[in-house]
């Protein structure tokens, strides 16, 4: 080969990793509008113990489904701020237990992570109701010292709350990948 021929693919070796790091800050960008939008939404609340809202109503029929009735509603709180971030996810999202699977198998938009990896924007699935791989999700809004993190939740004692939580309490730790 002759020299100009080896620097102008020396010259594309290097401008391979750059389109890569653009697509993460890309989604680094989508997760941090993720966020805003979902403590934008702190203290709204269902009408008693429906989980009925004309605006969780709204993120439901949103996602593609039929509402109401009204579902519990973790997953359509994540499903519209990422919506709202400009990334549709599978409207599987409603059920945690069935998204759990789609991130361990790293599909439908969603990859496993390790808990060590969390960072914001990423999502946690809690397994509070028995027999259930996950039965709620949450969105990280920033990692703390100590193996803990605040995060933005739905559907928590009936309204959107943020919390401190640990990492050693969700079953899965799984970030959007678009």
């Known amino acids: 080969m002759t020299r100009a021929v080896l620097l102008a693919l020396a010259g594309l070796l ?19 509008r993720a ?13 008693g113990t429906t989980n009925c809202s004309s605006r969780i109503t709204r993120w439901q029929r949103e996602m593609g489904l039929k ?10 709180y994540v499903h519209q701020a990422f919506l709202r971030a400009g990334v549709r996810l599978s ?14 198998a790293g599909r439908r938009g969603l990859q496993r992570i390790a808990m060590s990896e ?6 946690l699935f ?8 996950a039965s709620h999700l949450a969105i990280v809004r920033e990692r703390l010292p100590g193996n803990r993190v605040r995060t933005a939740e739905g559907n928590v004692s009936h309204t959107v709350m943020l919390l401190t939580r640990s ?11 678009g």
């Open 14 to 32: 290097v401008a391979a990793p750059a389109a890569g790091t653009a697509t993460q800050r890309s989604l680094q960008s989508v997760r941090a």
């Open 35 to 47: 966020v805003g939008w979902a403590v934008s939404q702190e203290g709204h609340a269902e009408r």
């Open 67 to 76: 509402a109401p009735p009204c579902e519990p509603w973790c997953g359509a």
């Open 91 to 104: 409207a599987r999202i409603i059920d945690p237990h069935r998204s759990y699977a789609d991130a361990v």
């Open 118 to 123: 969390v960072r914001k924007g990423d999502l």
């Open 126 to 133: 809690f397994r509070i109701r028995r027999g259930l791989r």
């Open 167 to 177: 990492l050693s309490v969700p079953v899965l730790a799984a970030r959007v990948t």
